[in-house]
């Protein structure tokens, strides 16, 4: 399932930070997986998404500075040599979040924010021109609480045996709840079965979490308005 248009929607909402539609307006090339920068700016407008709940992070100056650069290095690694499969890109994964943690030892971090902004900055980078789907088909959906209603609702019964507590939170997410959701989220979307409902309208899901994501992340942010 191709999610071109929902990925050009999602890059004209960002108001803030580097990877906004005012300076995307001012330079064509912003956009460009291959511009210099474009990881570091990609791990910063993920920051953007989590800051207000991170006390004394943006305070911290040049530490904060070496850890987005660090993560972006790493960022940057893997897209460039890729994975082959699944369990290749988990270890990936749980080592950009454990970076990331360590990295902000001493202020309050924990694997829900970590994932946040790890997961973002995947999504952020997969709307770029000029990336592939090397590593991108095997990207985690960021949790928040939007897209955790979804899951609440379709990866919550009998069959995947999860139970997300109503009053979860980026905050209390624990790294095993976390990887428990990710997997429910793969099983629910492989047979290409999953749908997102709003009111009367059902709109299919593609089988990859990330892709998945663009379509869910929009359709609860519209459903009320």
């Known amino acids: 399932m ?11 909402v960002i108001s803030k930070g580097p990877l906004s539609r005012k300076r995307a307006a001012k330079n064509k090339d912003l956009w460009n997986i291959g511009r210099e920068g474009i990881y ?5 407008e993920a920051y953007l998404d989590i800051c207000r709940t991170c006390k004394g992070i943006g305070n911290s100056g040049d530490d904060k500075d ?11 690694r893997l897209i ?14 749980e080592n950009l979040c454990g970076s990331f943690i360590s990295g902000f030892h001493g ?20 709307c770029c021109d000029g990336c592939d789907n090397t590593v991108f088909q095997y990207c985690h959906m960021p949790l928040d609480s939007k ?23 980026l905050s209390k997410l624990d790294k095993q709840t976390y990887l428990s959701i990710q997997n429910a989220i793969r099983n629910r979307l492989k047979d290409g079965k999953a749908v997102h409902k709003v009111n009367e309208g059902e709109d299919p899901l593609p089988k990859t979490p990330l892709d998945a994501e663009f379509i869910i992340w929009a359709r609860e942010m519209h459903k009320n308005q």
């Open 147 to 169: 897209t955790l209603t979804w899951c609440r609702t379709w990866c919550n019964n009998k069959d995947y045996q999860l139970g997300i507590r109503a009053d979860i939170t």
């Open 80 to 93: 460039r040599t890729g994975v082959n499969n699944q369990d290749e890109f988990e270890n990936e994964h």
């Open 40 to 44: 570091r700016d990609a791990i910063y």
């Open 2 to 12: 191709n999610t071109k248009n929902e990925k050009d929607s999602f890059r004209n």
């Open 107 to 126: 202020f309050e971090m924990n694997y829900g924010k970590a994932q946040k902004v790890v997961n973002m900055a995947f999504k952020y980078l997969y």
């Open 66 to 76: 070496a850890v987005f650069q660090n993560l972006a290095q790493q960022l940057e």
